[in-house]
């Protein structure tokens, strides 16, 4: 985890789009008035999903917004690693995942090829369209080695995979999202080696069974009610 | 009463009580860090703890765990001390050993326990994490290496103070206290959190290095700066005021004091007058005291009771007032008067001008009504208490004054004398709120009182007082904030203008007087007065600087007075340092000048002063006692007097906290406090 600060250059100002807005206001309304900012997440989320990363001006406007103390705000903005503090690549940031299994099975070779196109990690590329990061496990170690870029998993890539989609997106396209070897989604790779018996699906190994500590049906519908003690 | 045993001994609680609290009234010391009886609970340092039976067969943070009927807590075990001694390794893996260049050391919460806790030596290898200094202010400095990350100033700051600009960013490793980019603390009571900081990460800018603790002599006393009287314990080497501190005191400050308090004791060293001076043809000459004094009763002398006046000063104690009193009424003089600001009190029932709930009391009051104050300014200690309420959802606050920020909601109902007299007429949520209310409080301040209508805004709130029955069986809710530490004593010993003496305001009209003697009065405007000015007080200020004769004073840490605060306590201020250079104790030196003036004063000492005061003033004999709601009951309607009201806005007599007195103008660090606190200046990130 990197130390997370502001960033030292910051825009002079911050204004949320009129589609961002009307979404702030949404999560505004869903709390009563005097525990607005518990819109600070989804607030601090927009302001990052309009501008790619959330700058001082940013944390200052959904101060106000939410009349919450801009310290407030800061803590937690600065708590959240998904908060990005720094600007991000316009048009990818990629978020490798570097924890072991996808090590195992490659990251490393990933990262080079991230540093060979990209630049250094946390560093937005020259013409401000690329930029990465290597992150903890993003949870899809089935997939690995994976990265996500900008909102969606990009999965069992291999160098050259990864950098065919950095091509394609600087050639503007927009990659498929998920598995970069056939695979649809997290399946065993190739033919099925186990579970295949049919007669697992058929019913015929099904059997009888007794349910333990159900409560005992009452044998006449008019069973006294017990004596309490 | 629930009962548990501490290390095998029952102890009775009551329910809702921490099991860290069980085992403190059983006696056993808990050590801890975050944990602080004015703030919520944190269990962020786990340094308290213990062992309890029935429970998980593990150390649990006993500040954070609600004690139980039949609870079995151990403090002493050997798992518990094996457990304390891992927390402290983990906090001293990151904490400097650099106690010898910290000015905490010696009175440092994680040093006295590393005694009782720590390893003889580190296991630990790798390098130290190093935070980044923090600007905070004037006031706090900071070594951000040391924090220990308790929370303790974040949880005041937000709180207590009212003003949330301290806070834990980042996460982990990283996390450090900031301030929103290295903005000042602006709240009053900020210095506080130097106070509660458990390590050397906060401690005091303008005292930094001057001192180790044990260097001290540590003399408790009390305040001046506003009229609360706070608990004090001044700390002072050879003739110097190093710092002042404040001691628990739960009827008064609780256990914080304001900026003021805490810092403008460095004025005490600045711009004093340290020897008489007499005006030789314009001009300020260094004098001795009997030139003085001969200079003073040739003109006294010459001079008709009619035409000399006597105004005293904000600071001054009792004593000195009472003997400054005896003196010049024994001359006849009728022109008295201690009230510089002119407030429409001082006649009628001592309840009229005290602050009648207590300050304690008021924290039961359900409707508070403030008039013409601001008690943020006027009273920054009281205001946490009245924020303390208003967290608690227990009271309502209206206010008739300045709309400021007061760090806790109310009600907002007018800026003038008119909203005041038309209030139990109209028709409102708030009106009728107080109307219901079973303790409602009147809270009226000096913004209100000292105008030139005073007395009729003093009437209309006494008629409002009557309307809301604020005064009623077993609760008095009329109280009077005072923003001057003399001015309860002042009014309490009949320091006003005799049938047919003049007030402050008429004594001070050019031609009104030929002889003015200004026993410490800075806050008038003496230099208005073409009369004949002599100036008894400490400081170079307003009163000195058109003085024809100066005679120097003590200042409240360099003697022994008594002094009234606003609810009418009687509380005994006590001798740090010795008065400056040829300064002398005030009563001493109205006791020789009476002997010059032939009227000698009837006693030698200050214990035969204080006999003499006690035995015509009987209030003043009773030392730390506020009277209270259980006071004679009083006609608050009967108060006031007829007059035009004014359409002016009521406004706070305090425009710059940070400079209200002649003390805390000398002073560089509230100098410093001001800038800031006005924008005018700004305090660069060091």
């Known amino acids: 985890m990197s130390v997370r600060r502001l960033a030292k250059e910051q825009p ?55 009349e919450m103390p801009v310290i407030r705000v800061l803590e937690v903005a ?7 503090l720094q600007p991000v690549g316009k048009v990818a940031f990629v978020q490798l995942c570097g924890t072991t299994p996808c090590q195992l099975r490659g990251a490393l070779d990933l990262k080079a ?106 044998k006449t519908s008019k069973a006294k009610p017990e004596p309490t003690a | 009463m629930a009962i548990a045993k501490v290390n095998g001994v029952e102890v009775e609680f009551e329910p809702g009580m921490t099991v860290l609290q069980v085992a403190e009234l059983a006696g056993e010391e808990i050590p801890r860090f975050c944990y602080h009886e004015r703030l919520s609970i944190a269990g962020n340092c786990r340094m308290c703890l213990v062992e309890v039976k029935p429970g998980p067969p593990k150390p649990q943070a006993s500040c954070a765990l609600p004690a139980a009927e039949g609870q079995e807590i151990f403090t002493k075990t050997p798992m518990v001390k094996k457990a304390r001694e891992g927390v402290m390794e983990f906090l001293l893996i990151n904490h400097p050993l650099d106690c010898p260049i910290c000015d905490q050391g010696g009175e440092c919460d994680l040093q006295d326990q590393a005694v009782g806790y720590g390893r003889d030596d ?35 700051i ?75 314990r001044v700390d002072a080497r050879g003739a110097a005021v190093l710092r002042v501190l404040p001691r628990n005191n739960d009827d008064i400050n609780e256990e914080w004091i304001s900026d003021k308090t805490r810092y403008a004791v460095d ?35 010459a001079t008709a009771p009619e035409r000399v006046g006597v105004i005293a000063g904000d600071l001054q104690d009792a004593e000195s007032l009472k003997a400054t009193k005896d003196l010049f009424t024994a001359l006849g003089v ?26 304690a009391g008021i924290e039961n009051a359900d409707v508070v009504l403030f008039v013409g104050t601001n008690p943020r300014l006027e009273a920054p200690v009281l205001n946490a208490r009245f924020r303390k309420q208003w967290i608690a959802g227990k009271t309502r606050f209206g206010v008739i004054g300045e709309q400021a920020d007061l760090t806790f909601g109310y009600d907002y109902l007018g800026a003038g004398a008119k909203t005041l007299s038309g209030l139990a007429k109209s028709k409102g949520d708030f009106v009728a709120a107080l109307k219901a209310a079973e303790r409602p409080a009147i809270i009226i301040g000096q913004g209100a009182l000292a105008r030139a209508d005073g007395a009729a805004v003093l009437k209309a709130a006494a008629g409002l007082a009557k309307t809301m029955k604020v005064v009623r069986e077993g609760w008095n809710g009329w109280n009077v904030l005072h923003t001057a530490a003399a001015r309860v004593a002042g009014l309490d010993m009949g320091f006003v203008p005799a049938e047919g003496g003049l007030s402050t305001a008429d004594m001070l009209k050019p031609g009104a007087l030929d002889v003015l003697f200004l026993l410490g009065a800075d806050e008038c405007e003496p230099a208005a007065s073409d009369a004949f000015k002599i100036y008894l007080g400490t400081h170079g200020d307003a009163g000195a600087h058109k003085a024809d004769v100066i005679l120097p004073g003590a200042a409240y840490t360099e003697k022994n007075g008594l002094y009234v605060n606003t609810e009418g306590r009687v509380q005994q201020g006590r001798r740090a340092v010795f008065p400056k250079g040829e300064a002398k104790e005030d009563w001493s030196i109205l006791r020789a000048l009476s002997e010059v003036l032939g ?69 560089v660090t509230m100098a410093e406090c001001a800038a800031v606190a006005s924008g005018a200046a700004k305090i660069a990130a060091e």
């Open chain 2, 334 to 359: 009728k022109n008295l008067d201690s009230r510089q600001d002119g407030t429409a009190l001082g006649y009628g029932p001592r309840e009229s001008w005290l602050f009648n709930s207590t300050l």
């Open chain 1, 113 to 218: 090829v991230l540093k060979a196109k990209i630049g250094d990690a946390n560093h937005v590329s020259a013409d401000g369209k690329f930029s990465w990061e290597e992150v903890e496990c993003l949870g899809a170690c089935c997939n690995a080695p994976m990265a996500a870029i900008n909102d969606y998993y990009y999965e069992d890539l291999t160098p050259e995979s990864l950098a065919k989609i950095l091509d394609d997106f600087a050639a503007g396209k927009s990659p498929k999202p998920g598995s970069y070897d056939g695979r649809v989604a997290s399946e065993p790779k190739g033919a099925i080696h186990t579970l295949t018996d049919p007669k697992l699906y058929d019913g015929s190994y099904a059997k009888k069974i007794k349910i333990p500590n159900l409560p005992e049906k009452p």
């Open chain 2, 122 to 156: 580190s296991r630990y290898e790798e390098n130290k994490r190093a935070v980044e200094e923090k600007a905070m202010g004037p006031l706090i400095k900071t070594v951000m290496t040391r924090c220990i990350q308790c929370t303790r100033c974040v949880r005041f």
């Open chain 2, 267 to 301: 004025g005490l060293g600045r711009q004093r007058l340290d020897r008489p001076y007499v005006r030789v043809a314009g001009k300020l000459q260094p004098a001795t005291w009997a030139q003085a004094f001969a200079a003073i009763a040739s003109k006294i002398k």
């Open chain 1, 78 to 84: 600065t708590f959240y690693v998904m908060f990005q």
């Open chain 2, 599 to 667: 009227h000698k004063l009837p006693y030698d000492s200050l214990d035969q002063l204080r006999a003499k005061l006690f035995a015509d003033h009987p209030t003043f004999g009773q030392i730390d006692y506020a009277p209270g709601s259980v006071a004679t009951p009083f006609d608050v309607g009967a108060l006031g007097g007829d007059a035009e009201l004014s359409d002016a806005p009521f406004e706070s007599p305090i425009k710059a906290f940070h400079l209200t007195n002649p003390v805390a103008r000398a002073s």
């Open chain 2, 158 to 232: 937000t709180e207590v103070a009212g003003s949330p600009e301290i806070g834990l960013i980042s996460r982990g490793e990283d996390v450090e206290i900031t301030t929103y980019l290295g903005a000042a603390v602006t709240s009053e009571l900020s210095a506080n959190v130097i106070d509660l900081c458990p390590v050397g990460a906060l401690t005091s800018k303008p005292y930094a290095f001057e001192a180790r603790p044990w260097e001290l002599k540590k003399t408790e006393s009390v305040d001046v700066m506003d009229a609360l009287g706070s608990s004090i």
């Open chain 1, 12 to 66: 002079a100002s911050f204004a949320f789009s009129k589609d961002s807005q009307a979404k702030a206001d949404w999560w505004k309304a869903k709390y009563p008035a005097v525990r607005k900012q518990s819109a600070v997440i989804p607030m601090l989320w927009l302001a990052q999903k309009q501008e790619g990363w959330v700058s001082e001006p940013a944390i200052q406007e959904i101060a106000k917004q939410l």
